[in-house]
C-alpha cells in the first residue's frame, strides 16, 4: 500500500470529449508525476508538478495538461480525446526534489478508454 | 531507438531458479529505477540507483555507469515474482524514460 490513490478506476469517453483524472498523493509529497501506459508498453512520462508548479514535460501535446493543488491532490486534464488515448495513467508521488531522483510511490491508476 | 532497453521481452522460469533481467541505456542519468508492474497496473518501486548494487531480500540490482547497464537479479525465482519489471532511468536533461518492460513467469 504506497499511500497514493487515484480515481476513477476506469473510464470510457468518446473521441472528443474531455476527461479529468485525479490524484491523491502521500501527505508530504511535493512532486507529482503522471505517466500514460498503453497496453503492451512500458509508462511514458508526460509532466511532472512542484509545489504547484510544472517542472518537467514529456513529449504530450498542450491538450494534456495538469494541476496540483496545496492539499497533495493532483489532476490530469486530457481535452479533444483520441483513441490512441486509451491507456492506464499512474500517478506518482515522491518526497521531494526531482521524482525519479527520489523514490517514487505509485498509485494504482486509472485505465482510460476512448470510443 | 529507445533511450532505454530490456532483454529479455519474455521470460519463463522455473521456481527456485536464478533470474538476470537487463537494462541498457543511451543517455546520461541521474538515476537508475527498477519497477515492478502485477497484473492490473499496481507499480511498486523495487530500487533506484545511481551507483554499485544493492539488496532487498531476494532481489539484486547493479548498475554499471560507464557501460550504461544495469541488471536486477532474483534469487531462488517464486512464482509470486510473476510480474511486469520496468527499468526507468531519469536523465541529466531532467527527462523520464521507462523501458518496455520484462514479462516474468515463475511455474511452480
Known amino acids: 500500500e504506497t499511500g497514493v490513490t487515484q480515481s476513477p478506476t476506469h473510464l470510457i469517453k468518446t473521441r472528443g470529449q474531455q476527461v479529468t483524472l485525479r490524484c491523491s498523493s502521500q501527505s508530504g509529497h511535493n512532486t507529482v508525476s503522471w505517466y500514460q501506459q498503453a497496453l503492451g508498453q512500458g509508462p511514458q512520462f508526460i509532466f511532472q508538478y512542484y509545489r504547484e508548479e510544472e517542472n518537467g514535460r514529456g513529449n504530450f501535446p498542450p491538450r494534456f495538461s495538469g494541476l496540483q493543488f496545496p492539499n497533495y491532490s493532483s489532476e490530469l486534464n486530457v481535452n479533444a480525446l483520441e483513441l490512441d488515448d486509451s491507456a492506464l495513467y499512474l500517478c506518482?508521488?515522491?518526497?521531494?526534489?526531482?521524482?525519479?531522483?527520489?523514490?517514487?510511490?505509485f498509485g494504482p491508476g486509472t485505465r482510460l478508454t476512448v470510443l | 531507438k529507445n533511450e532505454v532497453e530490456q532483454s529479455p521481452q519474455n521470460l519463463t522460469a522455473q521456481e527456485g531458479e536464478f533470474i538476470t533481467i537487463n537494462c541498457s541505456y543511451s543517455?546520461?542519468?541521474?538515476?537508475l529505477h527498477w519497477l515492478q508492474q502485477h497484473p492490473g497496473g499496481g507499480i511498486v518501486s523495487l530500487f533506484m540507483?545511481?551507483?554499485g548494487k544493492k539488496k532487498h531480500g531476494r532481489l539484486i540490482a547493479t548498475i554499471n555507469i560507464q557501460e550504461k547497464h544495469s541488471s536486477l537479479h532474483i534469487t531462488a525465482s517464486h512464482p509470486r515474482d510473476s510480474a511486469v519489471y520496468i527499468c526507468?532511468?531519469?536523465?541529466?536533461?531532467?527527462?523520464?524514460?521507462f523501458g518496455t518492460g520484462t514479462s516474468l513467469t515463475v511455474i511452480p
Open positions: 506518482a508521488s515522491s518526497l521531494d526534489g526531482t521524482g525519479l531522483s527520489d523514490t517514487q510511490y
Open positions: 526507468a532511468v531519469l536523465s541529466t536533461g531532467n527527462q523520464f524514460y
Open positions: 540507483l545511481s551507483s
Open positions: 543517455v546520461g542519468i541521474s538515476a
